[in-house]
């Protein structure tokens, strides 16, 4: 195995794996000017997993950091996956690296990786939604997006403790906050988030639907309600 020393090194590595056609496709498919190398994600996953588990934390870090600032869409995607672990000791500068990242989403692929990054840190404390409720609040739509889609471990308990309960809570009222916002990742994220409480907790969900879900886009209610029967 070949440990990339440097963000260009570890994109090399990526880019012996390029599939013909593919870089064209995913450039039209996410409509973002940016690189796209055509590397496909199994690929990634095996790399980065090999990276994570070899490299020290302050290395991965810059690694990282490094493949991020490439603005490589592949590059970005990678940076995410070095940093999505459950546990991790001293996290603090996790983190606050994936948290510099959120204002910069533009994209759902690269912002869904990233925000699954960050559910395994918010759930290894969660004293950070306190930081997460000001994305509530922000001008950018996928950093309001990014409060639902890292939060989703919440919804996956069938017997959360009392934290996970009120945590769970506290989103489902971002999420109503947000019922008006009728854009369509903001539909999509309450949708994901409420189908995906269903399966766990269907009085929660089905509460939600019956107080909002008439305000919902048609598509994003019957996402919502996919597993809830009357």
Do not use: C
């Amino acid at each position: 195995m070949t440990l990339p020393t440097s963000a260009e090194d570890a994109l090399n590595l990526m880019r012996a794996s390029v599939e013909p056609g593919r870089a064209e496709g995913s450039a039209a498919y996410h409509k973002v000017a940016r690189v796209y190398l055509g590397v496909p994600n199994p690929v990634l996953n095996d790399l980065t997993t090999d990276w994570r588990r070899a490299m020290e934390l302050d290395q991965r870090l810059a690694l990282a950091r490094g493949l991020w600032d490439s603005d490589v869409h592949e590059g970005r995607i990678a940076a995410a996956k070095l940093l999505t672990q459950a546990r991790i000791r001293d996290d603090a500068a996790v983190w606050t690296l994936i948290a510099s990242w959120i204002p910069q989403f533009d994209a759902w692929a690269i912002a869904d990786h990233a925000s699954k990054a960050a559910e395994k840190r918010i759930m290894a404390d969660l004293s950070r939604l306190d930081e997460i409720e000001g994305w509530t609040q922000s001008d950018h739509m996928w950093t309001r997006r990014a409060a639902l889609v890292s939060t989703l471990a919440l919804t996956k308990s069938n017997h959360p403790g009392a934290a996970e309960a009120a945590a769970r809570d506290r989103v489902l009222g971002w999420a109503a906050v947000y019922v008006p916002d009728q854009t369509w990742f903001i539909q999509k994220a309450i949708a994901w988030w409420i189908r995906d409480l269903s399966k766990h907790d269907k009085d929660r969900a089905s509460a939600f639907l019956a107080a909002h879900g008439a305000a919902m886009k048609s598509f994003a209610r019957a996402e919502a309600g996919k597993y809830l029967t009357d």
